[in-house]
């Protein structure tokens, strides 16, 4: 149990941001989701997925939630994905001899 006034408070201060922090990762977490599930769908739904949820992912780095080599991590491998989704299937290249 805290001893001061000022402990106290920052027991309570430190409850709140951590309820705080939860939602928004839940929240986030939640957005990869939804662009994960549009794989299945059109290239415009999918293209709509990823413009939210890369804008989430640079919210919460700038707000500190997550690390920016993370959010940036995250929004390349997203449009990896996306790009990939847009480009038509090439013909397989023969092997050289």
């Known amino acids: 149990m ?20 939860r939602a928004n990762k839940r929240m986030l977490k939640t957005y990869l989701k939804r662009f994960e599930a549009a794989m299945q ?17 640079d919210r919460a780095a700038t707000k500190g939630l997550i ?5 940036a991590r995250k929004k390349s ?3 990896q994905k996306l790009n990939a989704k847009k480009q038509p299937p090439s013909a397989p290249v023969a092997p050289r001899k």
């Open 41 to 57: 769908g059109t290239v415009e739904d999918l293209q709509k997925a990823y413009n939210e949820a890369a804008a989430r992912l």
């Open 77 to 79: 491998q997203m449009a």
């Open 2 to 21: 805290p001893h001061t006034k000022s402990a106290a408070k920052n027991l309570r201060k430190a409850e709140k941001r951590r309820l705080r922090n």
């Open 67 to 71: 690390h920016r080599n993370l959010a």
